[in-house]
């Protein structure tokens, strides 16, 4: 009997210290989502939610014990069952929602949705997989909420990044991300009238949109990117000496191929903003870096840089527009110290 209780309670502190190590990891992740959600956390609200009898998923319910504690002495087949069951459940609980919600509170729960896809490290490719399908299902023909678009194409290129040497997934997000860039284009809308975000991807022939290029609107956008935080103080802060080697380095860690897991594909097109402002500085060297560097990612997308279509259209587009926050579209810098070669 007392071996029974000590054992669960060492099973309950073990899970108690992963639990605490995956919210650190949460919180020291680099990834950046431009979006928030309101409201418990799409797994959270999954558990809470009820399928009614008789619906075909009512079987695979998978009720969470109190504590978290499935079964001390499952086995690793069983515990892998139900994991299945469990992504089953939510698959379950997103198709009913977002079949059935409406305004803000759909928004909201395809929020929640890519925040636990893309920051939950523990999830199979299976798993993945079968969200992936469930996703090209449901917003087959959507023509919606433009943020619900963007949060899922965006998600979904996200989630290429992190998986592209599975070949098996990739191919398979690759895929429904071509049917899906198809269905979900907005019918008849001039680039003016597309969204932040939404116009980068599904129209990027058009340039950046006005919000990406007003660095009054693109600073907030910022603030909690941790990738690039450094790079933004710069531009506010007069320290522009640092500047060209932000560029270099963070050019390198975004762009680079095989990219890193944990870079959204927003991080990825708020840089090429950036780099719209650095290119018009009135601070020479760093000019004539972000100009070398939009080269340096259009030549070398097939052997250094991995680029996304997208994003090589709207680097070869950069030439063609200005900032628009500043008179002149000139992005000031104040330099401490003036470079040896300016006058």
Not at 67 to 78: E, L, M, Y
Not at 120 to 140: D, G, I, M
Request: net charge positive; hydrophobic share 40%.
């Amino acid at each position: 009997m007392w071996l029974t209780y000590y054992f669960c309670v060492f099973v309950f502190m073990t899970q108690l210290m992963l639990n605490t190590s995956a919210s650190l990891g949460r919180r020291t992740s680099k990834l950046w989502l431009p979006y928030d959600y309101i409201g418990a956390s799409f797994v959270k609200d999954a558990e809470e939610h009820p399928i009614k009898a008789g619906s075909s998923a009512s079987s695979s319910r998978v009720i969470k014990p109190a504590g978290g504690c499935w079964n001390c002495f499952a086995s690793p087949q069983k515990l892998d069952s139900i994991r299945v069951d469990e992504n089953h459940q939510r698959i379950d609980y997103f198709q009913a929602q977002f079949k059935d919600l409406l305004g803000h509170h759909k928004i909201n729960m395809v929020k929640k949705l890519f925040h636990y896809l893309l920051r939950n490290k523990s999830l199979p490719p299976e798993a993945l997989q079968a969200w992936v399908s469930t996703l090209r299902h449901s917003l087959s023909h959507y023509q919606g909420f433009s943020v619900i678009r963007t949060t899922v194409l965006y998600g979904l290129h996200t989630m290429l990044l992190g998986n592209l040497k599975n070949m098996e997934l990739a191919n398979s997000i690759r895929n429904t991300l071509d049917e899906l860039m198809r269905d979900l284009t907005p019918l008849d809308v001039s680039p003016n009238g597309l969204a932040s975000w939404e116009r980068e991807i599904f129209m990027p022939t058009a340039g950046l949109s006005t919000e990406l290029r007003k660095w009054s609107s693109l600073q907030p956008m910022l603030l909690n990117e941790p990738r690039l935080s450094s790079l933004r103080m710069a531009i506010q802060e007069p320290t522009p000496e640092s500047i060209p080697n932000d560029i270099v380095l963070i050019t390198k860690e975004i762009f680079s191929a095989p990219p890193v897991k944990d870079i959204s594909a927003e991080t990825r097109v708020a840089f090429i903003a950036l780099l719209l402002h650095l290119m018009h500085s009135n601070f020479a060297p760093v000019k004539q870096c972000a100009m070398d560097t939009v080269q340096s990612l259009i030549s070398g997308r097939h052997s250094k840089f991995f680029l996304f279509d997208h994003e090589l259209i709207l680097l070869q587009k950069l030439s063609d527009h200005r900032p628009i926050n500043l008179p002149g579209g000139v992005t000031i810098l104040t330099m401490t110290t003036p470079p040896a070669e300016i006058i």
